[in-house]
């Protein structure tokens, strides 16, 4: 087995653990305990919109409330002028600064852990790092969604029936939804989020070039394969917000009851299918990119000194030339948790990968107890789950 066979695997193991429990992530503060699971992937959704320089649980926690709250009502409502900053809406302006506020009073997990975004009047309070892009790109997605009752399992859904015949759907998918929220989006200022009614009349106009993209198969291959060139391994927000509809163990749940409204639940299964998970991309976290690791798992392989190249593009140029037994890049995303517990604290004695070119103390650490945590993944990771048994586990068979 080649070294990064055997380092795939590894990542594959870690990936296991990690999406087997919903320990090992955060969860979304929803507004209310009754929400249908449309509205909690589309909360979802929005969520990743916002996430980009920011804690990570803030988002879900904070934003996760109010971006509730919105989805609802305008579900409710069919009407998205309830965010539109000139009226009493989701959406205020303070000195120049927009931030999004939730109509109903801060829950239990606001007041405890997020007093300082509780107004006055008990609201809550949620600012992105990027409001002005992120204000127009929930604007646009809810202008298109008004075509599918602003439902997002209906707009999947409704890609899904036209190119479920096609071996890159998950790709497809993935275009879909980078046109339902960030195409054509741009890096406003904050002021232009005052001008609604422009902003409105363009996101209309950009719907009607994205529905016609969509629903026609030359346009939609065509400008799959610019995609494919240019962007899409940029997309890291649309990447994990789709991954975790096909392999969280909380969001999957509600992804399924969303989309068997449109499509059977054997449709929905035939994505996570290893078929269709080696076509995620690997959202490119810094941790992916981090020196010290990638000249790790790159010592004594054929990419050891392309350098230049980020190591999502290593890896997947690798996949799809080598295809490992077990294993696809997208399971690298575990770096995110791996390198700041192994690589950044030089704990290669107990490390997997070191594991594979010099037996190391790996095994002091394995207490192969089913009835117990997988130790390694603990270590690793911080990942909670428990022990599968050396005689089913991807680190001790075969590496």
């Known amino acids: 087995m080649e070294r990064l066979d055997k380092i795939f695997k590894i990542f594959s193991f870690l990936d296991d653990f990690r999406w087997q429990s919903k320990e090992n992530y955060n969860l979304i503060n929803f507004y209310r305990p009754d929400l249908d699971d449309d509205t ?7 969520c990743y919109i916002t996430d980009r320089q920011m804690n990570f649980k803030r ?11 919105i989805v609802q009502e305008i579900k409710q409502k069919k009407n998205i002028s309830i965010i539109n900053p000139k009226e009493n809406s989701f959406i ?8 999004f506020l939730s109509k109903t009073d801060a829950n239990e997990e606001i007041k405890k852990n997020y007093t300082g975004y509780i107004n006055k009047d008990n609201k809550v309070q949620f600012k992105s790092r990027f409001v002005p892009t992120d204000y127009l790109c929930i604007l646009s997605t809810f202008v ?13 859904s409704h890609i899904y029936i036209k190119n479920n015949d096609k071996e890159d759907i998950i790709i497809r998918l993935l275009f879909s939804l980078y046109l339902l929220t960030y195409f054509k989006i741009g890096q406003p200022k904050s002021e232009v989020i005052k001008e609604y009614e422009d902003n ?18 030359k346009i939609f291959d065509k400008q799959l394969e610019e995609f494919k060139k240019d962007k899409m391994f940029e997309q890291k927000r649309a990447w994990c917000s789709l991954r975790d509809y096909i392999k969280s163990y909380e969001f ?9 409204q449109y499509i059977t639940e054997d449709n929905i299964k035939t994505l996570k299918t290893e078929k269709c998970l080696g076509q995620f991309v690997l959202p490119g976290d810094v941790w992916n990119n981090n020196s010290v690791f990638g000249k790790c798992i790159l010592e004594k392989t054929p990419y050891e000194k392309e350098s230049k190249k980020s190591l999502n593009i290593i890896l997947d140029d690798y996949f799809k030339k080598n295809k490992p037994e077990i294993g696809y890049p997208e399971q690298f995303d575990v770096t995110f948790d791996f390198v700041p517990r192994m690589c950044n604290k030089n704990n290669c004695k107990i490390c ?13 650490i394995c207490i192969n107890n089913t009835e117990k945590y997988c130790t390694v993944a603990l270590c690793s990771c911080n990942y909670k789950n428990n022990c599968v048994g050396k005689e089913k586990c991807k680190l001790f068979v075969d590496i």
């Open 352 to 364: 997997p990968i070191q594991n594979i070119d010099l037996k190391n103390d790996l095994e002091k």
């Open 144 to 156: 298109i969604l008004e075509k599918f009752n602003y439902s997002l399992s209906k707009y999947i």
């Open 252 to 260: 999957h749940k509600y992804f399924i009851n969303a989309m068997k």
């Open 92 to 99: 205020r302006e303070d000195a120049g600064k927009y931030y």
């Open 59 to 69: 988002i879900w926690d904070v934003g996760g409330y109010v971006f509730s709250e």
């Open 40 to 46: 909690k992937i589309l909360t979802h959704w929005l």
């Open 200 to 217: 409105l009349n363009k996101a209309r106009q950009r719907k009607d070039e994205v529905l016609t993209i969509i629903n026609d198969k």
